[in-house]
């Protein structure tokens, strides 16, 4: 669990194959399943350095996971340290394509949906989303379906108290509605709130700038932006501007938000926005004259 100790075992690679072949030899034992915990849980930490990413999978590691999963359905300890392991791999791009075609989404969602409750869980099963849907037009697909969308406003209504899920929940909406029509799937079905109650319940930075992020891309992508002015997520939006100054990247995300409802709206655009959203945009421009971006938008 140590960094420094993981970097100290990755100079033996000969410790990555002894472990996958432990893993290979007891994954239909049920009995195995608390050295498979054990097994799992290493590598997961052996997957926080990039250079062991390539020979854990050579090494049969992802497979290893799911079949874990799929014999051990039920273990919460098992599934997690596997969920974990999973979203560790799945930061190197060409390991997604491996998890995804090996059933990755399913298998996350059905974990989701297993063990709801737990917000430790739920967090970890949707890193692996997050990552899966970053680059894969194929994971994005398979997510996109009204049913997903309402799982992980779900997730994000049940887990209100932690800010890792809400974070998630709107990381892996925002890669999501980029998809032509999806946009309108997440807000029919509550992905607003999900937008509100992130940057209305935390003064998190990095939450924050998640949901300025996706209410950028909804406001993008739907071609009117009613949906998105009701339940005052433009006010909500102004304040998080107004509460993180320094971040640009909250800043060109929530003024691109504001830009295109402003485009887009029937009624007098100064109205929409408001006098603290025009003082808002402003400010992020005395105070981030060195961001082109930010400034254009």
């Known amino acids: 669990s140590s960094q420094d100790l993981v970097k100290m075992l990755s100079s033996k690679p000969i410790m990555i194959g002894a472990i996958s072949d432990v893993c290979h030899h007891n994954l239909a034992n049920q009995e195995s399943a608390p050295l498979l915990e054990a097994c799992f849980g290493v590598i997961g930490n052996m997957a926080h350095i990039d250079s062991n990413r390539i020979e854990l999978v050579r090494c049969g590691a ?139 319940s935390f003064s998190d930075e990095r939450l924050h700038d998640a949901a300025c992020y996706l209410y950028r891309n909804l406001a993008c992508q739907l071609p009117k932006p009613d949906g998105l002015v009701k339940q005052g997520a433009v006010r909500h939006a102004i304040n998080a501007m107004s509460s993180h100054e320094g971040c640009a990247s909250i800043q060109t995300n929530a003024c691109c938000a504001l830009w295109n409802i402003a485009y887009k709206t029937n009624k007098d655009p100064g109205t929409v926005v408001g006098s603290s959203g025009i003082q808002a945009i402003v400010k992020a421009m005395q105070t981030h004259l060195e961001y082109g971006d930010l400034l254009e938008v």
């Open 62 to 200: 992802v497979q290893a996971l799911m079949q874990g999963m799929r014999y051990h359905v039920g273990d919460y300890a098992v599934n997690i340290e596997a969920c974990s392991a999973l979203a560790n791999l799945a930061l190197a791009h060409p390991i997604r394509d491996a998890i995804t075609k090996d059933d990755g989404v399913e298998a996350m969602l059905r974990c989701l949906e297993r063990f709801f409750e737990s917000d430790e869980f739920v967090a970890e099963a949707m890193r692996v989303l997050v990552c899966l849907a970053s680059e894969s037009d194929f994971a994005k697909e398979a997510m996109s379906a009204q049913d997903v969308i309402q799982l992980i406003v779900a997730a994000s209504s049940r887990h209100q108290e932690s800010i890792m899920v809400q974070e998630l929940c709107c990381k892996l909406l925002t890669s999501l509605s980029v998809r032509e029509g999806t946009s309108e799937v997440i807000l029919q079905h509550g992905g607003l709130d999900v937008v509100v109650r992130a940057l209305q």
